[in-house]
């Protein structure tokens, strides 16, 4: 079957109207910048007719590009701003960090698994987003050089929150991540920081992601 990019920008508007805005997400810019990023470009080329299902799908090397409406939710729970310095990782295909990228002045994503941080890198070089860097790595150690960030998207669940990643956000930054048991329940966090040693931790609720693995995660399997 053949596409053209008509097609997909249709299906863009769907998946917005359907999975985003109709379970209550709101932001304009986040949803506009969602209706911009070229989903079909991030997953494997078979997989292509199944870019705008709800649900994860298999990126390689036992990942998943996560579900369009988890990585709205995350977006959104970070409340991005125009100026924002921000930090993901686990980059994956780089989608989430693409759509990041939309809406922040700079962003750096990190990936541990090489193969799937070049094909990330590929892409983004492809569609042209300048402001974004993909850089392999242990994600859970952060990014120190970079530091401090207004915002910082974990998209992997970790046993709990890393200590150095909340010292790489800057005052009034926040920090999302799932935090939970590797295979099993695990709910999404929000920490702000509210001041040198203050922090606000909510939770926004039950979610399924695949392990961090790293220094301040989980071991590897
Ligand atoms: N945001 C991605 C989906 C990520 S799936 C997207 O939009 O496609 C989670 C990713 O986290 C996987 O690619 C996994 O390899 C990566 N990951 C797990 N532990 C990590 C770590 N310690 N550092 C960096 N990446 C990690």
Same mark, same amino acid.
């Given at each position: 079957?053949?596409?053209?990019?008509?097609? %997909? !920008?249709? /299906? $863009?508007?769907?998946?917005? +109207?359907?999975?985003? =805005? *109709? &379970?209550?997400?709101?932001?304009?810019?986040?949803?506009?910048?969602?209706?911009?990023?070229?989903?079909?470009?991030?997953?494997?080329?078979?997989?292509?007719?199944?870019?705008?299902?709800?649900?994860?799908?298999?990126?390689?090397?036992?990942?998943?590009?996560?579900?369009?409406?988890?990585?709205?939710?995350?977006?959104?729970?970070?409340?991005?701003?125009?100026?924002?310095?921000?930090?993901?990782?686990?980059?994956?295909?780089?989608?989430?960090?693409?759509?990041?990228?939309?809406?922040?002045?700079?962003? %750096? !994503?990190? /990936? $541990?698994?090489?193969?799937? +941080?070049?094909?990330? =890198? *590929? &892409?983004?070089?492809?569609?042209?987003?300048?402001?974004?860097?993909?850089?392999?790595?242990?994600?859970?150690?952060?990014?120190?050089?970079?530091?401090?960030?207004?915002?910082?998207?974990?998209?992997?669940?970790?046993?709990?929150?890393?200590?150095?990643?909340?010292?790489?956000?800057?005052?009034?930054?926040?920090?999302?991540?799932?935090?939970?048991?590797?295979?099993?329940?695990?709910?999404?966090?929000?920490?702000?920081?509210?001041?040198?040693?203050?922090?606000?931790?909510?939770?926004?609720?039950?979610?399924?992601?695949?392990?961090?693995?790293?220094?301040?995660?989980?071991?590897?399997?």
């Amino acid at each position: 079957m053949r596409w053209s990019q008509g097609d %997909f !920008a249709a /299906e $863009r508007e769907r998946m917005v +109207a359907r999975q985003i =805005a *109709a &379970r209550g997400i709101a932001d304009p810019r986040l949803l506009a910048a969602m209706r911009a990023v070229p989903r079909e470009e991030f997953v494997p080329d078979h997989l292509r007719a199944r870019a705008f299902d709800d649900s994860p799908l298999p990126i390689g090397a036992g990942q998943t590009i996560s579900q369009p409406y988890i990585v709205a939710l995350m977006i959104e729970a970070a409340r991005l701003g125009p100026s924002d310095r921000v930090l993901e990782i686990g980059a994956g295909s780089g989608y989430a960090a693409s759509v990041m990228a939309e809406l922040a002045e700079r962003v %750096f !994503a990190v /990936e $541990r698994h090489a193969v799937l +941080a070049e094909r990330a =890198a *590929a &892409r983004i070089e492809r569609l042209g987003y300048a402001n974004l860097s993909i850089v392999v790595g242990d994600g859970t150690e952060g990014l120190p050089n970079e530091a401090p960030f207004d915002a910082i998207l974990v998209a992997a669940t970790g046993p709990d929150v890393p200590e150095v990643l909340l010292e790489q956000l800057a005052e009034g930054g926040r920090l999302v991540m799932p935090v939970g048991a590797a295979h099993g329940l695990q709910s999404l966090i929000r920490m702000t920081r509210l001041g040198p040693d203050r922090f606000e931790r909510a939770d926004l609720g039950g979610v399924r992601f695949v392990p961090l693995i790293g220094a301040h995660g989980f071991r590897e399997e």
